[in-house]
């Protein structure tokens, strides 16, 4: 890493919400070269980068020229032009994690038949490319409610999910090709978040698990440590670093999983980068995620892993009813608190339930973060001067 030691390295990062803004902030801690490629021009990650270039990250010219402009590639977010990439590839640039690892991990289908061919339990599943033909297997009986349908591309926080629980909800079928899973009867959610470096080196964070908000269907609370027992968190670390060796990963994979009702560990699903599970790393573990994604993607030695301090992760979400230029109500009367760390994105315009940032609660139980993040969560409003 000789650009990293004359502090020459360009990181370039494909597009720029908060996971690019965080990883960035982590990058300059080694003075390295930021080049930051959004859509967007008052995205996140723009206020903290070394440069910012427009352009789409679906775009393959955007992603081509872009991709041109660094020394080593990485990316926050899955909808990336993999065409482009493996041009690039192919054209010598450094890609990390593999663009192949990331075609595979872009659908959803890929992904189940990958568990599946290497024995990851998961839950059972069918592939469909239309909504026609689901609607033919449950006539004929080859599926029975309740059901999971997902779509293969695109999905994300819950969008492009769709739960039938009868015949009432086939109106909620989504259109396109998708996989049609079990319904899991959900005791717990957890993600545990792993990295790999050149060198084959792995390391793992303690599994870390998520309350939903049920309106949202977007993670609430995140609670680290969790409250697997030994024998489920073993597992679960077992299965992500299964997972990242089968890929030949380098660099952070995150791995969601359920506990079901019997209390066996199911994968869920997976993401190649920093992810929203791991938030609470920066103020709460030894190795941040974001310093971790690096220390992979770089060959460096990877960071310990250790817990600090217990933690309670929220996100903060925009309020609904307002829709506009942004405003923060609490921000104050919750710093007041001990160990309350705010994150604000820097996001121009809130909606309803959009993740305008995040707060990480930190104290020596987890049951008093706990109370804490509560107080926090009612204190904290996102809310706009503009009514919607
Ligand atoms: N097979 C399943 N059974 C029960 N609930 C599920 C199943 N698959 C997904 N869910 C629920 O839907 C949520 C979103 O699904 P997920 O595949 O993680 O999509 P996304 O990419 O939007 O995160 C999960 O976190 C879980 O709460
Ligand atoms: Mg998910």
Same mark, same amino acid.
């Given at each position: 890493?000789?650009?990293?030691?004359?502090?020459?390295?360009?990181?370039?990062?494909?597009?720029?919400? !908060?996971?690019?803004? $965080?990883?960035?902030?982590?990058?300059?801690?080694?003075?390295?070269?930021?080049?930051?490629?959004?859509?967007?021009?008052?995205?996140?990650?723009?206020?903290?980068?070394?440069?910012?270039?427009?352009?789409?990250?679906?775009?393959?010219?955007?992603?081509?020229?872009?991709?041109? $402009?660094?020394?080593?590639?990485?990316?926050?977010?899955?909808?990336?032009?993999?065409?482009?990439?493996?041009? =690039?590839?192919?054209?010598?640039?450094?890609?990390?994690?593999?663009?192949?690892?990331?075609?595979?991990?872009?659908?959803?289908?890929l992904?189940?038949?990958?568990y599946?061919?290497?024995?990851?339990?998961?839950?059972?599943?069918?592939?469909?490319?239309?909504?026609? &033909?689901?609607?033919?297997?449950?006539? #004929?009986?080859?599926? !029975?409610?309740?059901?999971?349908?997902?779509?293969?591309?695109?999905?994300?926080?819950?969008?492009?999910?769709?739960?039938?629980?009868?015949?009432?909800?086939?109106?909620?079928?989504?259109?396109?090709?998708?996989?049609?899973?079990?319904?899991?009867?959900?005791?717990?959610?957890? %993600?545990?978040?792993?990295?790999?470096?050149?060198?084959?080196?792995?390391?793992n964070?303690?599994?870390?698990?998520?309350?939903?908000?049920?309106t949202?269907?977007l993670?609430? #609370?995140?609670?680290?440590?969790?409250?697997?027992?030994?024998?489920? %968190?073993?597992?679960?670390?077992?299965?992500?670093?299964?997972?990242?060796?089968?890929?030949?990963?380098?660099?952070?994979?995150?791995?969601?999983?359920?506990?079901? %009702?019997?209390?066996?560990?199911?994968?869920?699903?997976?993401?190649?980068?920093?992810?929203?599970?791991?938030?609470?790393?920066?103020?709460?573990?030894?190795?941040?995620?974001?310093? !971790?994604h690096?220390?992979?993607?770089?060959?460096?030695?990877?960071?310990?892993? #250790?817990?600090?301090?217990?933690?309670?992760?929220?996100?903060? =979400?925009?309020?609904?009813?307002?829709?506009?230029p942004?405003?923060?109500?609490?921000?104050?009367?919750?710093?007041?608190?001990?160990?309350?760390?705010?994150?604000?994105?820097?996001?121009? &315009?809130?909606?309803?339930?959009?993740?305008?940032?995040?707060?990480?609660?930190?104290s020596?139980?987890?049951e008093?973060?706990l109370?804490?993040?509560?107080?926090?969560?009612? =204190?904290?409003?996102?809310?706009?001067?503009?009514?919607?």
């Amino acid at each position: 890493m000789e650009k990293l030691e004359t502090s020459n390295l360009k990181l370039g990062i494909i597009s720029g919400g !908060q996971l690019g803004k $965080m990883l960035i902030q982590e990058a300059s801690k080694w003075d390295i070269i930021t080049y930051v490629m959004d859509n967007a021009e008052d995205c996140p990650a723009r206020s903290v980068a070394s440069h910012y270039q427009k352009g789409s990250n679906v775009d393959f010219d955007s992603v081509y020229e872009f991709g041109k $402009m660094v020394d080593v590639l990485t990316f926050e977010i899955e909808n990336v032009n993999v065409e482009a990439l493996k041009k =690039l590839k192919s054209e010598g640039v450094n890609i990390l994690p593999d663009p192949g690892i990331l075609e595979l991990i872009q659908d959803k289908g890929l992904q189940k038949q990958f568990y599946e061919s290497n024995g990851i339990p998961n839950s059972p599943f069918k592939l469909y490319d239309s909504e026609k &033909a689901i609607v033919e297997d449950i006539e #004929k009986g080859v599926l !029975q409610y309740p059901l999971v349908q997902k779509l293969r591309k695109g999905g994300y926080d819950g969008r492009g999910v769709a739960v039938l629980t009868g015949p009432g909800d086939l109106g909620k079928l989504l259109p396109g090709a998708s996989v049609v899973e079990e319904k899991i009867e959900i005791e717990k959610e957890i %993600s545990v978040i792993v990295a790999r470096n050149k060198k084959g080196e792995i390391e793992n964070y303690p599994a870390v698990e998520m309350l939903f908000d049920p309106t949202a269907n977007l993670v609430d #609370k995140l609670i680290c440590p969790s409250s697997l027992t030994a024998e489920q %968190s073993e597992k679960a670390i077992r299965f992500a670093g299964k997972i990242i060796e089968l890929l030949d990963m380098e660099g952070l994979l995150a791995v969601e999983f359920f506990v079901d %009702s019997k209390g066996e560990v199911i994968v869920n699903e997976m993401a190649p980068r920093p992810h929203n599970s791991g938030h609470h790393t920066i103020e709460s573990v030894l190795t941040s995620q974001y310093e !971790q994604h690096l220390r992979a993607i770089l060959n460096l030695p990877l960071g310990s892993t #250790k817990i600090k301090l217990p933690s309670v992760m929220v996100n903060i =979400l925009g309020a609904e009813g307002y829709e506009g230029p942004v405003v923060y109500e609490g921000l104050s009367e919750s710093l007041a608190i001990e160990g309350v760390k705010i994150h604000l994105y820097g996001k121009k &315009a809130t909606r309803p339930y959009r993740k305008m940032g995040h707060v990480t609660v930190l104290s020596s139980s987890l049951e008093s973060a706990l109370e804490k993040a509560e107080k926090v969560k009612q =204190l904290i409003k996102v809310k706009s001067w503009k009514k919607s």
